[in-house]
């Protein structure tokens, strides 16, 4: 973590941090944690990506958007979410 004060006092959690569109969650993960947040980065599996923002600092867990039992484990304890994923259509 930076010098700079984390604003929230919980992590935030960023939903598309592997930046599959345009590198928005990426470059979203690595701005929060350059200002000092704590980040907690949410990736559909595990890859060079996920890797790149833990070795910045990152929480990266790992889940389905989709499935509630892994957004209620992902979410607990998040004093924020930005979401940067894009939109699937389920039918």
């Known amino acids: ?6 604003f929230f006092s919980r992590p935030i959690l960023v939903t598309g941090a592997a930046g ?4 928005v969650g990426q470059t ?8 000092g947040q704590t980040v907690r980065a949410m990736f559909h599996r595990e890859d060079a ?4 923002l833990r070795d910045l ?3 990266v867990v790992c889940g389905d958007l989709t499935s ?5 484990r992902i979410i607990k304890g ?3 979410i930005f979401s940067a994923c894009r939109c699937h259509r389920l039918i």
């Open 68 to 72: 509630l039992d892994d957004m209620n």
């Open 1 to 6: 973590m930076s010098e700079k004060a984390s």
């Open 78 to 80: 998040c004093g924020a």
């Open 28 to 35: 979203l993960t690595k701005v929060l944690l350059q200002q």
């Open 49 to 52: 990506r996920a890797q790149s």
């Open 57 to 59: 600092g990152a929480e």
């Open 20 to 23: 599959n569109l345009g590198s």
